[in-house]
């Protein structure tokens, strides 16, 4: 098709998106990090209170991390064309969440050193935590070029069907919805009003929702002009 409209994440998400993504290494390291700092110090008898609190703490960054990656994907998705690529960018947290446990586990459970009351309750503990941060990081419904392009153009159609051929819209700074309506009674007098196409909304802002309201008052408007098309008078 000519009128296609193909996503393409502006420079502005770009950004956004490597920021989010170094945050989430950020995380991610320092998980690392505190899986290596229980590996040589903690995995004692003694010290089992604390190789417990390391081993939340690795979990809590090791999701955080996952979330800041995930967010950023949705800005800036990968191309199902390349699907190692596009695996290894939208599963990465899976991948990093059971990286930050696995050397910990396995050293927990075949150290000779390691005693049975630490192999009993901190590896367990640390196999929980692996589990639940390698299936938080699984990006189950992962985003992609070519589905943003799809659903743009889906939603440009759908805009054109309520008899707005220009395809412009409206969105604010906070919101996460695109109007048709400049006046509509949830953008009305806020600032930081932008408008542009559907696509445009997608890439700017990532917002992917046709507001409700501004759809009735446009199929009601719709109804009313077939109504006058149609009158024999």
């Keep these: 098709m000519s009128d296609q409209k193909v996503f393409e994440a502006s420079p502005e998400s770009k950004g956004k998106a490597k920021q989010l993504r170094l945050f989430a290494m950020l995380a991610w390291i320092i ?4 899986q290596i700092f229980a590996i040589f110090k903690l995995i004692h008898n003694e010290t089992l209170v604390w190789l417990i609190v390391v ?3 690795i979990l809590a960054l090791s999701i955080t991390g996952s979330m800041l990656w995930k ?9 199902e064309k390349d699907k190692t690529r596009f ?5 990465l947290g899976a991948i990093m969440g059971v990286l930050a446990f696995l050397p910990l586990v396995i050293l927990i459970f075949m150290n000779k050193d390691v005693d049975g ?3 009993g309750i901190a590896g367990g503990i ?4 692996m589990l639940i941060a390698g299936i938080s990081g699984v990006d189950f419904n992962p985003p992609s070029v070519e589905q943003y ?4 153009n889906e939603q440009t159609t759908t805009l054109k069907d309520l008899n707005f051929d220009n395809d412009n819209v409206y969105w604010t700074t906070a919101g996460n919805k695109y109007h048709i309506f400049e006046d509509c009674q949830h953008i009305k007098g806020r600032e930081g009003i932008s408008n542009g196409t559907v696509k445009e909304s997608w890439e700017q802002k990532g917002i992917s929702e046709l507001c409700k309201t501004c759809e009735k008052r446009a ?3 719709k109804g009313t002009s077939e109504e006058i098309s149609v009158d024999p008078s």
């Design 126 to 129: 640390a196999v929980v935590a």
């Design 87 to 91: 695996f290894v960018q939208n599963q």
């Design 71 to 79: 967010k950023a994907n949705r800005l800036d998705p990968a191309s």
């Design 219 to 221: 199929l009601k408007n």
């Design 31 to 34: 998980a690392i990090a505190g």
């Design 117 to 119: 009351k630490t192999k």
């Design 149 to 152: 392009t799809k659903e743009i």
């Design 55 to 57: 081993i939340v703490v």
